[in-house]
């Protein structure tokens, strides 16, 4: 049965290839995002797909005017059934870089937006007992790896979905969590100018010898929102890699050996 999935910063790197997978399924997408031209570029993308793609043009940050976004679709259509809440992003790289409205930008729009979208869905959720909750988040959320006020926000998801699968698990609610590690997307790509060869340079630290790709994250979202993951909820499932299994050159270090 196709369900309406409301995916969040669709527009961005993962949210578009989120938008494609779920689509592909049949499902009616609501797809997010402040910028209606890159909704619409995603529309163009997914027009031979068969599911159905709507914008939803709302700032996370607001949490007014993302709810009088999301009802205004839920009244065109239908009650969600799974949100993949994926609006994030960072921006001061260190504590020294980290001044006070930098901190409150990120945590506004990392966790406190995530808060504002799922509040939105949740009384729909309820009311027809099921739901599907499903974040993005992001391996800082457990290893320090710079963007300080990025990386608390993400930790906080961590607590805040806990708390959302352990108190509505009782009304048919799951919610679960991803934490990516580095995602090739066209964020990168003011990085990459700088030094092209860093990719290559991250591989080192990834046991799968490769770093994640955006499908990757699509491929956990809907698996996590499907019915093959009916006892799962409250889950921080690292889709990196194998990045937070070991410090491999550590390891090597250690051992003296190859690792």
């Known amino acids: 049965m196709a369900r309406v999935v409301l995916i969040t910063g669709a527009a961005g790197g993962i949210g578009r290839r989120l938008v ?43 949490a007014a005017a993302v709810t ?20 994030g992003g960072a921006f001061a790289p260190t504590i ?45 959320a457990i290893l320090a790896l710079g963007h300080p006020a990025y990386s608390a926000a993400k930790a906080g998801l961590i607590s805040y979905v806990k708390s959302l ?28 100018k700088k030094n092209p060869a860093l990719f ?3 591989i080192k630290w990834y046991p799968l010898g490769r770093i994640v790709e955006a499908n990757d994250i699509a491929e956990a ?7 093959a993951a009916a006892a799962i909820t409250g889950v921080a499932l690292p889709v990196d890699c194998g990045l937070l299994a070991a410090n491999r050159l550590m390891a090597s270090e250690l051992t003296m050996e190859d690792f």
Do not use: Y
């Open 165 to 192: 699968a352990a108190e509505l698990g009782r009304v048919g609610i799951r919610a679960n969590i991803i934490l990516p590690g580095t995602v090739r997307t066209p964020t990168w790509q003011e990085r990459l």
């Open 20 to 62: 494609g997978r779920f689509a592909l399924l049949g499902d009616t997408i609501l797809a997010q995002d402040l910028s209606e031209s890159g909704l619409d570029q995603v529309a163009a993308e997914c027009a031979e797909i068969p599911g159905s793609i709507h914008k939803v043009i709302a700032d996370i940050t607001d």
């Open 96 to 140: 020294r870089q980290t001044t006070i409205d930098a901190w409150h930008r990120d945590v506004d729009l990392n966790l406190n937006g995530t808060m504002h979208t799922v509040h939105a869905v949740l009384q729909g959720m309820i009311a027809k007992g099921k739901g599907n909750i499903v974040v993005i988040g992001s391996v800082n």
């Open 221 to 227: 979202a809907i698996f996590l929102a499907s019915d």
């Open 200 to 202: 290559d340079q991250l």
């Open 68 to 87: 009088r976004a999301i009802d205004g679709a839920i009244a065109t259509h239908g009650a969600i059934d799974v949100l993949v809440a994926n609006a």
